[in-house]
């Protein structure tokens, strides 16, 4: 009977009363997320991107079509939330369902990040039950509890507004993601980038420990946490962070549903050294679930393909060891200063991978590739472990590392410079950094700079002969090289099972023993130990 085999069912979207964490859904959503699946639960292009494309408007911002019913809810500086009780002061950065502000709290003094959810993603309470859920759990001797957001998550409550009814996250403010350093071209210094790689994969063997799968994992998702400046004012962050950078909607004034202008978000490498400090902070538990749970997220679609598994490319079901694929990209990324998969479409993005790691291995379904044709989805790899190893070696081997202290002339600035850094109508400027923590290649450093900061501009780059390439950076040591590939291969694999745990991962040499190479007329290395021993900045 149809009753019958409704009942024998497993737990789904259509039949639960709450969550997976216990907090009630809106039927609403429920219904219109089962009726939106196509086959094999995808789904259909009523979930699809389709709004129209929007030049880069110079700034860290959402777009004006996000603010719609349903989605983000219009924010403006110095608006007051929760009764007048928190007082927005700048912004810290947006999703792809959120913006995220800095506010004062005038009840505890002190300032706290609000991040508002879109209407759609508050109806699930994804995130908030996830957190709860974690925050339930005991302390524990476990090294990643203390680099999970939920830990961070001091209360939330509820905004309506033009758009919908949205949820908001009070919790502790946190720094920039690795990201954002990324995308500025900004280098995490070698020991603080096998220290914060280590944060990641012990936070997110704690996840795993747990029974949940993080679901979306970027390297967006990890930030740098931040020294205590409750004790500035607001003239003292605009100082550090800069004033707010606004864009006004004038072809959208009126509208409720819009905001009044878009706000770039704050630019904390502008701050003093001392504020970012060693330690990060694992966000994003949007798409997060209970292992043996269905997730209910909308938001596959807006998944960043330059760190989703090859087999989810393919449109199996996001698992554990998806979360370790994405953590080796992210691992990559903090080391190199760039990402390891650039494509943002998930055909692309799976052409990237073979690039990598060749065709599918044996025994394993997914696309087998013929030249530049489209994948056959019931083809077979015939991919060795031997080539996968060269091929990750290779690419290891390419990156770049910090001038030596006897390497002369490597960061020498050209002409050009100036003028980039002056124009900033025309050219993004460079950024100040600690130096204590980061470092920043000159175009002079042999860097294609043109290719990646200033790919928006590179004509205008071109034209003015802005830059000249001379005295390359070093690559990292063969030791290192060799090292790191060994542990990006023991995640990196078309075979989930064959993806070694974030627990086991945790232990690898390249965390523990970090290679340095001395000055030495020789040229030769020298291992030197560093340990293991987590202190914060200025113990």
């Not at 497993?10 to 969550?19: D, G, K, R």
């Not at 040229?523 to 202190?535: A, D, F, I, R, T």
Request: with cysteine.
């Amino acid at each position: 009977m149809p009753g019958q085999e409704k009942s024998k069912r497993p737990p789904s979207q259509a039949i639960l009363a709450s969550n997976m964490w216990g907090l009630p859904v809106c039927k609403s959503f429920l219904e219109d997320r089962d009726n939106s699946e196509g086959p094999d639960g995808c789904l259909s292009s009523k979930y699809l991107d389709q709004r129209p494309f929007l030049p880069d408007l110079w700034l860290n911002s959402e777009g004006p079509h996000d603010y719609r019913p349903g989605g983000l809810h219009p924010i403006h500086i110095e608006d007051s939330l929760d009764c007048g009780r928190y007082t927005v002061i700048h912004k810290l950065g947006h999703g792809v369902s959120s913006t995220v502000w800095l506010a004062r709290d005038g009840t505890l003094n002190k300032y706290v990040s609000i991040k508002i959810l879109t209407a759609e993603a508050s109806k699930i309470r994804n995130e908030l039950g996830c957190l709860q859920y974690l925050s339930s759990k005991p302390c524990s001797q476990h090294p990643g509890q203390e680099y999970i957001s939920a830990s961070f998550l001091y209360r939330h409550f509820w905004l309506d507004g033009p758009n919908g009814r949205h949820l908001v996250l009070v919790s502790k403010v946190s720094g920039p993601s690795v990201a954002l350093m990324t995308e500025w071209y900004i280098r995490i210094r070698e020991s603080l980038a096998r220290k914060i790689a280590l944060q990641v994969t012990q936070g997110l063997a704690y996840l795993h420990s747990e029974g949940i799968c993080h679901g979306k994992l970027t390297s967006s998702d990890v930030l740098f946490q931040l020294a205590d400046f409750d004790a500035w004012s607001q003239e003292k962050v605009y100082e550090q962070l800069g004033i707010p950078t606004v864009l006004d909607l004038d072809e959208w004034s009126g509208v409720p549903s819009f905001p009044r202008y878009l706000v770039d978000s704050a630019q904390f490498f502008r701050a003093s050294p001392g504020l970012l400090t060693e330690d990060i902070r694992i966000i994003g538990y949007g798409d997060s679930f209970r292992v043996g749970w269905p997730n209910l997220s909308t938001n596959l679609r807006l998944r960043q393909s330059g760190f989703i598994a090859p087999e989810n490319l393919r449109g199996l079901k996001f698992t554990r060891s998806s979360d370790l694929w994405a953590l080796g990209c992210i691992i990559y990324e903090i080391r190199a200063g760039r990402p390891l998969f650039v494509n943002v479409i998930p055909m692309d993005a799976i052409f990237e991978i073979r690039d990598l790691l060749g065709s599918d291995q044996s025994n394993q379904p997914g696309p087998e590739f013929h030249g530049d044709e489209y994948p056959d989805l019931n083809g077979k790899s015939k991919v060795t472990d031997e080539s996968t190893k060269e091929q990750i070696f290779q690419v290891v081997a390419e990156i770049k590392d910090e001038p030596r202290a006897n390497s002369e002339g490597a960061m020498i600035e050209t002409r050009g410079l100036e003028e980039a850094r002056n124009n900033s109508s025309q050219i993004r400027p460079y950024i100040k950094s600690d130096p204590n923590l980061f470092w920043k290649p000159l175009p002079s450093a042999g860097i294609p700079i043109i290719d990646t900061l200033f790919r928006e501009w590179s004509e205008i780059c071109a034209e003015r002969d802005m830059w000249v390439m001379e005295n390359p950076l070093p690559n990292i040591s063969s030791t290192e090289a060799e090292q790191l590939s060994n542990l990006l291969r023991s995640v990196l694999s078309y075979l989930p099972k064959k993806r070694k745990a974030a627990a086991r991962l945790a232990k690898h040499s390249w965390f523990v023993e970090p290679v340095k190479l001395e000055a030495s007329g020789n040229g030769k290395s020298q291992k030197v130990s560093k340990g293991e021993g987590k202190k914060p900045p200025g113990a």
